[in-house]
């Protein structure tokens, strides 16, 4: 119950008016679902053992499948994992069969919207398993989503976070490039993005990204990490596609240029640093 985890949690105790057990690793995280209206616990074990549906949000593809198969191992049967994160295809791909043959159900089910979408319970959410299974938990995620679709069979949703990423990504980058470029010309940035946010150029990305870039408010509401982890997903996906994806390459190499400044925990916007860099300027 991080950043997306949390108040994806409390929309399903606010909204669903069912009961909810969460996990977190942080004490205050637990805490403050708790004071929400969830039911806190201080291990897993607690919601493996006794939950009938799991959603997990996890930062990485180890976290992901060493619960998954804690799940098959120890968890009830007929259960059902709902994976809200951004979770490698390959990684849900391996672990489908073996849930399947214990009698779980699995939907990757990666979302996009960043922390004010999980907030607000406006959430685009990207599905893919079973149809018989999402039809089962589709009332659920309306609880935390927007916009729910059904992707098709395993794998599917998070090859379409994948694709939702890289093109994030890819307009993260255009405005930090752009924002860079007009400062090293002499444009106010503030007044450059008032001029352009209601034109072509606009969009969500812009109107969430730009004005953080400019107060230098780098505080993650999605951390280059995660995002870091995704395009590492794409590119890998795309080399046994055999394919070039080289946009999202040179944002993958901001991040990890990022990485090695040991700013990985900022904010993805944060980016903008590796262009100010390369131009001698500061967006502000």
Partial sequence: MGIMGLPMAVNLVNKGNISVTGFDVVESK???????????VDSTDAIINSCDIIFLCLPTNDLVKRNIQQIIDTGKKDAIIVDLSSTSPNIIREMYPKCKEAGIGLLDSPVSGGESGATDGTLAIMCGGDKDVFDEVEPLLHYIGKAVTYMGSAGCGAVAKLANNMIVGCNIGAVSEALAFAVKAGLDPTTLYTAIKDGFAGSAVLDSKAPKIISRNFEASARIAVHQKDLINAVKLAEELNIEIPLS??????????????????????????????????IK
Avoid: P, Q, T
């Fill in 30 to 40: 637990r805490e403050i679902f708790e004071k929400s209206g969830g039911i806190s």
């Fill in 249 to 282: 390459k040179m944002i993958l190499d901001y991040m990890n240029e990022m990485e090695e400044d040991g700013r990985v925990n900022e904010d993805h916007c944060a980016i903008a640093k590796v262009y100010e860099k390369r131009m001698g300027v500061e």
